[in-house]
């Protein structure tokens, strides 16, 4: 009678041990398939301040230096210029200011560096985090101009200070697509994948890229 028990709570054990092994696998697969339908999301357009195609205000203001810039156009000649908004204290922008200078580098893009804060708080990042030919921009009116209320949020422009992209920029991925996207016509990555002629052909790359 004993033996009989144990045997039958065995192959009731087992067939739950198989039976959850079986869900496993299947929960395994679909988050596979939604891990290869899933395309990368580039950088988000949360402010209200100019639009991508209009020219970007002018800003007559000077570097923590002291130095006097024209924000909004072009710093070198013929050159675009990245607008990367950030905070002294903020953690993701001390991390992606090395992926910037790298993309910046490769885009042959100005980069200037568009903050808010204490005389203290700037020059303890600036120790920190010494420029390699940024500029380096304290102030707040730009910021809310372009309505940005987070970041780190970059703002691409063109040699004539036109508007091509913009974005909030937490990762490498993010500050690409602001050049990667106006290749393909469009301000964002989430309008070039809503376009119907280029969504699948986007999603069959990362498809490939997956396997």
Not at 56 to 76: A, H, K, Q, W, Y
Not at 171 to 198: A, P
Request: with cysteine; glycine share 8%.
């Amino acid at each position: 009678m004993t033996s009989g028990i144990l045997i039958a709570s065995n192959v009731l054990l087992w067939g739950a041990f198989l039976a959850l092994a079986a869900l496993m696998l299947g929960v395994i697969r679909q988050i596979g398939l939604l891990h290869e339908r899933s395309a990368p999301l580039g950088a988000m357009m949360i402010d209200h301040g100019p639009d991508v195609g209009e020219r970007s205000p002018i800003f007559n203001v000077n570097t923590f230096d002291g130095e006097p810039v024209l924000v909004g156009r072009s710093i070198t000649p013929g050159r675009p210029s990245l607008l990367m908004f950030t905070g002294p204290s903020c953690p993701i922008c001390q991390k992606l200011l090395p992926i910037i200078r790298s993309v910046a580098a490769i885009e042959e893009t100005d980069v200037i560096l568009i903050s808010d804060g204490t005389q203290a708080e700037h020059r303890q990042f600036l120790k920190d985090h010494p420029l390699d030919g940024e500029l380096y921009v304290v102030s707040a009116e730009i910021g809310m101009r372009y309505q940005v209320s987070k970041v780190p949020y970059g703002v691409l422009l063109d040699q004539d200070g036109k508007i091509l992209a913009k974005g909030l920029c937490n990762t490498r991925e993010h500050v690409e697509s602001l050049f990667e996207t106006i290749r393909h016509g469009h301000s964002t990555l989430q309008n070039y994948l809503k376009d119907e002629n280029t969504a699948p052909k986007f999603k069959q790359v990362t498809a490939n890229k997956v396997h």
